[in-house]
T-cell receptor
Framework: SQKIEQNSEALNIQEGKTATLTCNYTNYSPAYLQWYRQDPGRGPVFLLLIRENEKEKRKERLKVTFDTTLKQSLFHITASQPADSATYLCALDNNNNDMRFGAGTRLTVKP | DSGVTQTPKHLITATGQRVTLRCSPRSGDLSVYWYQQSLDQGLQFLIHYYNGEERAKGNILERFSAQQFPDLHSELNLSSLELGDSALYFC????????????FGPGTRLTVL
């Protein structure tokens, strides 16, 4: 069956460190993968999209990698700040015009 | 503010009832997606419409139906409500039928008593 797994339910790091979140998938052949941020009680907010032929993408302090051989995406936040504390969701499309989301990783950045 | 609006913000109803949730996409977006998010299930894709036509169906129950109107707004109808339908319902929109970032609305919190 198809699965999207995000490495851990919760991740706690110290301010200034790099947070690394993992998204693994099975039985999908996604054309692209997206990362979203969600704050409690609010809708997800788009962060980055990476296509299957791209290895890496960056946006300010964010970096995402996509390894279709390992079936894995890594999401990095460098120089993390308490304001980065949120739940981060990976999502992928299977070329079926729908998007499937992982359960998310709740990141807490401590001052 | 994503530009996607959803009404109502909160809805409290009883089991067996029927409700309608409404979504207006961002100006210029032709795709509308509906998602259900409950504490134990995460964000579940329900259905996707593009320019008035259904494009994809996810884990949508037969008691649920949706449509997208010519002005591109969308409605999600939930009937014969059960306690387990209590959740946050999000609508999202995007420019094209796929391969686009999605902009999420603020959600409708449905409580079934």
């Amino acid at each position: 069956s198809q699965k999207i797994e995000q490495n851990s339910e919760a991740l706690n790091i110290q301010e200034g460190k790099t947070a690394t979140l993992t998204c693994n998938y099975t039985n999908y052949s996604p054309a692209y993968l997206q990362w979203y941020r969600q704050d409690p009680g609010r809708g997800p907010v788009f962060l980055l999209l990476i296509r299957e032929n791209e290895k890496e993408k960056r946006k300010e302090r964010l970096k995402v990698t996509f390894d279709t051989t390992l079936k894995q995406s890594l999401f990095h936040i460098t120089a993390s700040q308490p304001a980065d504390s949120a739940t981060y969701l990976c999502a992928l499309d299977n070329n079926n015009n729908d998007m499937r989301f992982g359960a998310g990783t709740r990141l807490t950045v401590k001052p | 503010d994503s530009g996607v609006t959803q009404t109502p913000k909160h809805l409290i109803t009883a089991t067996g009832q029927r409700v309608t949730l409404r979504c207006s996409p961002r100006s210029g977006d032709l795709s509308v997606y509906w998602y259900q998010q409950s504490l134990d299930q995460g964000l579940q894709f329900l259905i996707h419409y593009y320019n008035g036509e259904e494009r994809a169906k996810g884990n949508i129950l037969e008691r649920f139906s949706a449509q997208q109107f010519p002005d591109l707004h969308s409605e999600l109808n939930l009937s014969s409500l059960e306690l387990g339908d209590s959740a946050l319902y999000f609508c999202a929109s995007s420019v094209g039928p796929w391969d686009n970032e999605q902009f999420f609305g603020p959600g409708t919190r449905l409580t079934v008593l």
